[in-house]
């Protein structure tokens, strides 16, 4: 889905990498991720170099300007890095040296600083694993799962790590259709269409961390026809190309018309 929340792109962003909670191979990934919404001039990554855990960081560092930052851990089971970067992240929201923050973690002791940003009404958008608590995710303006930045999207991994995080459906892949609905509402006009784009910052204020890509779907207009028998989908070619509407499928409940016979009239007989 493009960016539906900004009608336009935000200008500097500051992108905040957990390296505990962090995979080195989507760099390039999560680069482009956080480039929909603005451009990252600030990168930044956290962690204790001293470690081997830091060592797959390491090769792509220079080759994609991120400036490594060292947290020593001063006492065994204490996350160090998460101090580091909240206090960082709280100096730069002070400055105004960004319009933006990308927080890439699957922690949830972020959950506060991205509540502190929006409240300064700073965009902020979260990157982490689908197992990520829903506190994080939902204090985020846009939150964007790493399993569907890969190529491959597996059913049972899904299934796995929304049971893990406490938000399991019973199913492999969510049912997208309640949500598609209630954003509808909120997206109508009185005429009884919604306009695609409008309904898709409707989703991102409902839950900050859908993506059409989560129900293998590349585009949310993708995502709506193939629910033909809930929505029909109409698009005014002479209006451009974004001029995609959105309305709830009427649905008859025969799919025959009867017509009743006109009533015989009656013959008088002699």
Not at 142 to 153: A, P
Not at 173 to 179: D, E, Q
Request: glycine share 8%; with cysteine; proline share 5%.
């Amino acid at each position: 889905m493009k960016n539906t929340t900004h009608e336009k792109k935000l200008g500097r962003m500051a992108m905040l990498i957990d390296g505990d909670n962090a995979q080195p191979s989507l760099i390039v990934k999560l680069l482009a991720e956080a480039g929909k919404y603005g451009a990252p001039t600030i990168r930044r990554i956290y962690g204790d170099w001293t470690t081997s855990q830091m060592n797959g960081w390491k090769d792509c560092l220079n080759n994609h300007a991120i400036q490594p930052i060292q947290q020593f851990r001063y006492t065994i089971g204490k996350n160090a890095t998460d101090s580091a970067l909240i206090i960082d992240a709280m100096d730069l929201l002070h400055s105004g040296l960004v319009d933006g923050f990308c927080i890439i973690s699957s922690d949830s002791d972020y959950t506060r600083l991205a509540t502190r940003i929006r409240e300064e009404g700073i965009f902020v958008m979260g990157i982490g694993q689908r197992k990520t608590p829903k506190p994080f995710v939902n204090a985020c303006n846009i939150f964007i799962f790493t399993e569907n930045l890969t190529d491959d999207i597996d059913d049972n991994k899904i299934a796995a790590a929304a049971k893990e995080s406490g938000n399991d459906s019973g199913q492999q892949r969510p049912n997208p259709v309640p949500l598609l609905k209630e954003a509808f509402v909120m997206s109508a006009d009185e005429d009884g269409w919604a306009h695609l784009g409008t309904m898709g910052v409707s989703l991102r204020q409902l839950d900050p961390s859908f993506d059409p890509r989560t129900f293998g779907y590349s585009q949310l207009s993708q995502l709506i026809k193939a629910n033909k028998d809930t929505f029909t989908i109409r698009q005014e070619d002479d209006k451009g190309p974004s001029a995609v509407y959105v309305r709830r499928t009427t649905k008859r409940s025969s799919g025959r018309t009867t017509r009743k016979s006109p009533p015989k009239k009656e013959t008088n007989k002699v």
